[in-house]
């Protein structure tokens, strides 16, 4: 079985500070990679994702995320935070069935940005 | 285009108790996805349709949790009777079968916040 790990709980950055999350992921075979974010009073929405190819992906909103296969990791970045980025992040990782993506989630990391 | 519809919102019930959810997944949808998240985790899937079979129950606690899809588009999941631990939010989410890459992603419905007491 998958697992996820994200290192940081609860980040507080202020507005224009660079951010890096990490995510960490336990599994043997071919998986997807997701990050998913959860704005206030929201519903989880798809910020980014690689299924394969070059292993810098860009999302929306100025979010990028680089998969390296040898550390398991896929970290999401963003140059220059906004306020309006306060939100959960999640880390998912997907190994693929007939029927879809099974997901794994790791545990989130809460951002807050200072104004 | 619609999203994922959930219902209730929010649900309190005391502990013993029945209790379901209901969500009814973007149209042409035929994948649909139950998960938990507890406060302060992440999500964790507890069940996989495809059209109205399962497809991977296997972190679903079938002592106390059931779920159906029975005309493959919405889908009830029931938990009875309720336990205390069982507090969380339980989100639906739903995904193309086919139609190449775009069968990778989920799309996720609001969640149903149930508190047992």
């Known amino acids: 079985a998958q697992s996820v790990s994200q290192h940081n709980h609860h980040v507080i950055l202020s507005e224009a500070a660079s951010l890096e999350l990490g995510c960490n992921y336990s599994y043997g075979g071919t998986v997807n990679l997701f990050w998913y974010v959860q704005y206030p009073g929201q519903h989880l929405q798809l910020l980014l994702k690689y299924f394969s190819g070059d292993p810098l992906v860009k999302g929306i909103k100025g979010f990028e995320a680089e998969f390296i296969k040898s550390k398991f990791s896929f970290n999401l970045r963003k140059p220059s935070v906004q306020w309006s980025d306060t939100a959960e992040y999640f880390c998912a990782v997907g190994v693929l069935n007939n029927a879809g993506n099974m997901l794994t989630f790791g545990g989130g990391t809460r951002l807050m940005v200072k104004p | 285009e619609a999203g994922v519809a959930q219902s209730p919102r929010y649900k309190i019930i005391e502990k013993r108790q029945s209790v379901a959810f209901w969500c009814n997944p973007i149209s042409g949808h035929a994948t649909l996805y139950w998960y938990q998240q507890i406060l302060g985790q992440g999500p964790k899937l507890l069940i996989q349709?495809?059209?109205?079979?399962?497809?991977?129950d296997s972190q679903l606690p079938k002592d106390r949790f059931s779920a159906e899809r029975l005309k493959g588009v919405d889908s009830t999941l029931k938990i009875q009777p309720a336990k205390l631990e069982d507090s969380a939010v339980y989100l639906c989410?739903?995904?193309?079968?086919?139609?190449?890459?775009?069968?990778?992603?989920?799309?996720f419905g609001p969640g149903t916040r149930l508190t047992v007491t």
């Open positions: 349709f495809q059209n109205n079979g399962v497809v991977d």
């Open positions: 989410a739903s995904s193309f079968r086919d139609y190449g890459l775009l069968r990778y992603e989920q799309y």
